[in-house]
């Protein structure tokens, strides 16, 4: 397994299969999961990310172990709701896992998640991440890449029972 890259030096590129969903996000009504509004009328516009392209702008690169799991559900659906102070601060904000885009595609609509889940099936950049673990996935980490694609900040959890909270990821993102 590659090291994790050091804070101060580029990551390495990387192109991954992802999704976004727009538009029909905030349609009202009840659902029958007893959320409020539905997700299924919004796209799944699928693409290729890829990380040379996000540079012009920081970017978060927030590596979760699965979809539609308890923590990962919490992380990614809180930094949902506080994608807004991401966006003020001027930053993007990736989801990476190893789930196909068909799994990611009903994690996002079932949460209405608001950023690009991207797919590392062959987990090929957790790998290059330094954060791929057999057997496990990977290590729920995030990464915070400057402007011009240098890491400025990065967590490594243990046990990915806990997660980093948007107060931390934006207090560094203002640190930039």
Known sequence: MAKSP?????????T?????LT???ATSGSASNGTSGSANSSTAERRDYRL???QGSPLVLV???GDDTAVCT???CSYTSD??????LGATVWGISPQDLDSHEAFARKHRLAFPLLADTDRAVAKAFGIAVPGLGLRRSVFILDADGTLRWKHIALA???FQHSDTLTEQLAAL
């Open 160 to 162: 990915g029972l806990t």
């Open 23 to 25: 538009s029909g996000e």
């Open 63 to 65: 590596f979760y172990p």
């Open 6 to 14: 050091e804070v101060g030096t580029h990551v390495p590129d990387f």
């Open 52 to 54: 040379a392209e996000a």
């Open 74 to 76: 919490k992380q990614l």
């Open 16 to 20: 991954l299969p992802g999704l976004l």
């Open 83 to 88: 994608l807004d102070r991401f966006k003020d």
